[in-house]
C-alpha cells in the first residue's frame, strides 16, 4: 500500500503494510486489556503543547465512527485501504485512535490511529519481559486545518498512551523524498532514522522507517 506524503505540521497519513492486514489478534489481547482497564484522565496530564486553542481532543468510541477515519484517512491516499485496515487497527486497539474536533463541532476533522505489537528480533526467555513497539499507521489532518500543532499534538496524545501501556519505542514510515515530514519528525518529535526501506510503495518510493525510543524505568 502507498500513502500519501506528510509536510512539517502538514499531515496527512503514515503508511502501513499489507502484513498488518493477517496479523493474529491473539498477539494483541494484553495490550489492549491493559488500557481498558485505565482512566485515560491518569494517563493525560496534558502539556501545554499538546494543547491546540479552539480543538478539542476525543477518543474514537465505536464502529459507529469508522466512516470519520475511512473519510479523513482516505482523502489523500493514492491507494485506498481495505475496510479490513481499519477494522484491524479500530477492533483491536480503539483506545490508540484519537480524534481531534473543533469546539462546538461533532465533526472530526483530524484522526490518529495506532497499534501495539511485540518488539521483532527480541529473545523470548522467561526471566526478562517482552518488550512492546508502538506503531502509527494513520495520521490524518483536513487541509484546511493544517500547519496549527493538531497533527502534532495527536502524535503526542498518541505516543503517550503507548508509553503507559508498556512500549519501549514508537515506529513509523515516511518518504524519503518528504523532507519536511523528516525534519519534523526528527528534530521536533525526536524520532531517528532506522532503516532505508528501498521501494517500499507500490510506485517504487523508498522510505525511512523512524523510531521513537521511550525512557525506561
Not at 145 to 157: D, E, H, M, T
Not at 165 to 187: D, F, H, P, R, W
Not at 190 to 215: I, S, T
Amino acid at each position: 500500500m502507498m500513502a500519501a506524503t506528510i509536510g512539517e505540521e502538514d499531515f496527512t497519513i503514515q503508511n502501513l503494510s499489507l502484513k498488518d492486514e493477517k496479523e493474529s489478534s491473539s498477539r494483541h489481547t494484553d495490550t489492549t486489556n491493559t488500557l481498558e482497564a485505565t482512566s485515560l484522565k491518569n494517563i493525560e496530564i496534558i502539556d501545554p503543547d499538546m494543547l491546540v486553542p479552539g480543538i478539542k481532543f476525543v477518543n474514537y468510541r465505536d464502529e459507529s465512527q469508522i466512516d470519520h477515519v475511512i473519510r479523513l484517512v482516505g482523502q489523500d491516499l493514492s491507494e485506498p485501504y481495505s475496510i479490513f485496515t481499519y477494522r484491524y487497527f479500530l477492533q483491536r486497539f480503539p483506545k490508540l485512535c484519537i480524534f481531534a474536533v473543533p469546539e462546538g463541532s461533532e465533526t472530526p476533522i483530524g484522526c490518529v490511529v495506532c497499534k501495539i505489537d511485540p518488539e521483532e528480533d527480541q529473545q523470548h526467555d522467561a526471566c526478562y519481559p517482552e518488550k512492546l513497539c508502538g506503531y502509527i499507521g494513520m495520521l490524518a489532518v483536513e487541509t484546511s486545518y493544517r500547519r496549527s500543532g493538531i497533527g502534532s499534538s495527536l502524535v503526542k496524545r498518541a505516543v503517550r498512551r503507548m508509553e503507559y501501556m508498556g512500549c519501549s519505542s514508537i515506529v513509523l514510515e515516511t518518504e524519503v523524498c518528504n523532507k519536511a515530514a523528516m525534519m519534523l519528525y526528527e528534530e521536533k518529535l525526536g524520532f531517528v532514522r532506522e532503516e532505508l526501506l528501498v521501494r517500499y510503495y507500490l510506485n517504487n518510493g523508498d522510505a525511512y522507517r523512524l523510531r521513537l525510543w521511550l525512557k525506561e524505568e
